[in-house]
């Protein structure tokens, strides 16, 4: 074993690779490296027999049925509720709404939440650097509303300016909002500050951690904010699951968002009542299965220890800065001093959707294009970036492969 291929943390990633099924397959003859992590995660076998069991053996409505497999079915999905709340250290379950993904959780925010409190005049903040899912629902309930989004700026690093974050929490903003982790940049935001700051102006602060729980341990109640969004797609889990963490006074006061079966305690046409929540926000039939497979996902992270993974992730994220920063004419966006593994970047006179798809053909998949973060490319004044995004499962000799791709698309492009 050379120094390439020694292990760099006490982290066994050729024992974890074992796990995930797809990192052996071969994309256009070569082995594929997946680099597009940030996108979706790919899934441990122990995920994907969770779901094959539940359809096999368990499967049934929840909380409908008061049959054997209604029953498995219930504890699954109840079960995620559970995990969810372990990840984030929720004081309580009940501060967990299960909902198809970070965009479903934050639009419940926005109608559920804001919507009826927004006057002619009030603000909603946001930053220049979050996905569209933490930019668009506030808009779309800003015009509702005749409220207005107000986004904090970021610095050239791609580092909020937190003075000015904070500077823009004047009394009309009735919400704060916030990406813990940028999904173009890697970006590490202080939310612990910003939700002191906005505790002490009263004002709620919703975090959307879609990029920060594949990484890091995330305790909600330590944040200090008042709504965590998440989504398991990119954490290991089946599409279409996800959360949203909020406090419970919160839960307690929104009204419904969607209407419809198990979120009722009686319905008459007198007039409706409704479940506690989180089930108030629950309506209709779940994503079971997803859920099944979002608990083992949890399960899977916990038994790596975030510790010994955010530290091979660490290392791994800096072989892959200084490898592409040798590389001439290369613009890295984002190099802030705390940082999840996302890099994107762009090389000299070649387009990045031609360097993604030359690299495709290299069997390494990245991401081209805006990211779902428009006015963050409006600020560095770019259309598209190319993003590589790495996972615990990555390696340095995936990084060395895809090295050599970008040089080889490079040449072909000049
Ligand atoms: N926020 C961030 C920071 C994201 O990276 C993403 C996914 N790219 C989302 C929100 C939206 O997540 P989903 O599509 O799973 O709802």
Redesign the pocket.
């Known amino acids: 074993m050379n120094a390439q291929t020694r292990p760099i943390a006490p982290f066994d990633v050729q024992r974890v690779r074992a796990d995930f099924p797809l990192l052996a397959r071969q994309v256009h003859g070569k082995p594929l490296v997946y680099f597009d992590n ?2 979706t995660s790919q899934k441990p076998r122990q995920v994907i027999e969770a779901v094959d069991r539940h359809y096999r053996e368990h499967n049934a409505n929840v909380a409908r049925a008061v049959h054997q497999l209604g029953e498995e079915a219930t504890a699954a999905y109840e079960g995620a509720r559970d995990r969810l709340a372990g990840l984030l250290h929720a004081a309580s379950r009940d501060e967990v709404v299960l909902t ?5 959780s ?1 639009n419940l925010v926005a109608y559920s939440f804001a919507l009826p409190k927004l006057q002619p005049g009030d603000a909603i903040l946001t930053t220049v650097m ?2 569209h ?2 930019i668009v629902p506030w808009q779309l309930v800003a015009a509702r509303s005749g409220a207005t989004v107000k986004a904090a700026p970021i610095d050239e690093r791609g580092e909020l300016i937190v003075e000015k974050y904070l500077a823009m929490l004047t009394p009309e903003v009735k919400l704060a909002c916030v ?1 813990h ?3 173009v940049l890697g970006t590490v935001n202080p939310v612990q500050e910003i939700a002191r700051e906005c505790r002490r102006r009263g004002i709620p602060l919703l975090v ?1 951690g ?2 920060a729980v594949p990484h890091r341990p995330v305790d909600v109640q330590a944040l200090g904010c008042d709504f965590y969004a998440i ?1 398991g ?2 954490m290991l889990a089946p599409t279409g699951t ?1 959360a949203l963490w909020a406090k419970r006074e919160h839960l307690q006061a929104m009204p419904p968002f969607f209407g419809g079966g198990e979120m009722i305690r009686e319905v008459r046409f007198d007039g409706t009542t409704f479940a506690e929540p989180p089930h108030k926000f629950e309506a209709g039939t779940p994503n079971i299965a997803g859920f099944a497979g979002i608990g083992v996902a949890i399960d899977y992270y916990a038994s790596l220890g975030f510790e010994a993974l955010h530290a091979w992730e660490q290392e791994l994220m800096r072989y892959a800065l200084e490898r592409i920063e040798e590389i001439p004419g290369v613009r890295i966006f984002g190099t802030a001093q705390e940082r999840e593994p996302v890099i994107s970047f762009l090389l000299d006179g070649a387009q990045a959707t031609d360097l993604a798809t030359l690299l495709d053909l290299e069997g390494v998949a990245v991401r081209s294009g805006h ?2 973060a428009h006015p963050l490319m409006q600020f560095f004044g770019v259309p598209a970036t190319l993003r590589a995004s790495l996972a615990f499962y990555n390696t340095r000799e995936e990084v060395d492969a895809f090295i050599a791709a970008l040089l080889k698309a490079r040449k072909l492009l000049r």
Do not use: R
């Open positions: 940030a996108n198809s993904g970070t965009t479903q934050i979050e996905h899912a933490n990406a982790v940028s999904n959307d879609s990029q989504t797609h990119k996800g990211h779902c």
